[in-house]
């Protein structure tokens, strides 16, 4: 902010301009407001308010100044009176001249030496991130052994082979039967055929 608590501190009922050029909203020391004031910007109470306060900026309470109502602000500073539930959601400061009293709930909190509050306090802390777990896994099938291949068995029919024969001796002369003749009383003995004629048979002696 451009503008200091000693700013709000003054008193009075000018309104205060940052140096952005953005206004505040005022409710002046002549001024009592009873119900549900909104402000888009900051807001700062110099008279009395009672009811609901909404403030999307900085609320601050000036010395002198009584507010009784249920607040909700992004900052607060309280310098005068203020009584109620407030919700805070940045930084509440309670100056030396400020009295708090009520139930308040804010991310930070400083109280000045001399100020008074009494009350109830939750102090708000960032959201925590949330931690991811990761998925299990989905359980894989346990594999089974594998099954056997049905086999096929072929049988084969060889037929018998043929006897081996053995091969003819070949000669050149065809064989000839042997003829024996047999003395009497003597040894058989071959026929001898000499001259391809047939040869008479000896006399028997």
Same mark, same amino acid.
């Given at each position: 902010?451009?503008?200091?608590?000693?700013?709000? +501190?003054?008193?009075?009922?000018?309104? #205060?301009?940052?140096?952005?050029?953005?206004?505040?909203?005022?409710?002046? /020391?002549?001024?009592? *407001?009873?119900?549900? *004031?909104?402000?888009?910007?900051?807001?700062?109470?110099?008279?009395?308010?009672k009811g609901t306060i909404v403030c999307h900026g900085t609320l601050f309470v000036a010395e002198g100044a009584t507010v009784n109502a249920r607040i909700e602000a992004e900052n607060i500073t309280v310098a005068g009176d203020m009584t109620g539930e407030v919700e805070c959601r940045g930084r509440?400061?309670?100056?030396?001249?400020?009295?708090?009293? +009520?139930?308040? /709930?804010?991310? $930070? #909190?400083?109280? $000045? /030496?001399?100020?008074?509050?009494?009350?109830?306090?939750?102090?708000?802390?960032?959201?925590?991130?949330?931690?991811?777990?990761?998925?299990?896994?989905?359980?894989?099938?346990?594999?089974?052994?594998?099954?056997?291949?049905?086999?096929?068995?072929?049988?084969?029919?060889?037929?018998?082979?043929?006897?081996? /024969?053995?091969?003819?001796?070949?000669?050149?002369?065809?064989?000839?039967?042997?003829? *024996?003749?047999?003395?009497?009383? +003597?040894?058989?003995?071959?026929?001898?055929?000499?001259?391809?004629?047939?040869? $008479?048979?000896?006399?028997?002696?």
């Open positions: 902010m451009s503008y200091t608590d000693q700013d709000y +501190g003054r008193g009075g009922t000018t309104a #205060l301009d940052r140096e952005d050029g953005r206004s505040i909203s005022v409710i002046d /020391q002549y001024s009592t *407001f009873d119900g549900s *004031f909104v402000a888009e910007r900051d807001l700062r109470i110099d008279g009395t308010v509440l400061r309670v100056l030396p001249s400020g009295v708090l009293n +009520g139930k308040v /709930q804010t991310r $930070a #909190l400083v109280i $000045a /030496q001399g100020a008074i509050y009494n009350g109830e306090l939750t102090m708000i802390t960032a959201p925590a991130i949330p931690e991811v777990t990761p998925e299990p896994e989905p359980e894989r099938p346990r594999e089974s052994a594998p099954k056997p291949r049905p086999t096929t068995r072929v049988t084969r029919t060889v037929p018998p082979s043929p006897p081996r /024969q053995e091969p003819a001796p070949s000669s050149a002369e065809p064989a000839t039967p042997s003829t *024996f003749i047999r003395r009497l009383g +003597g040894p058989e003995t071959p026929w001898e055929d000499q001259s391809g004629q047939e040869s $008479a048979a000896p006399s028997e002696e």
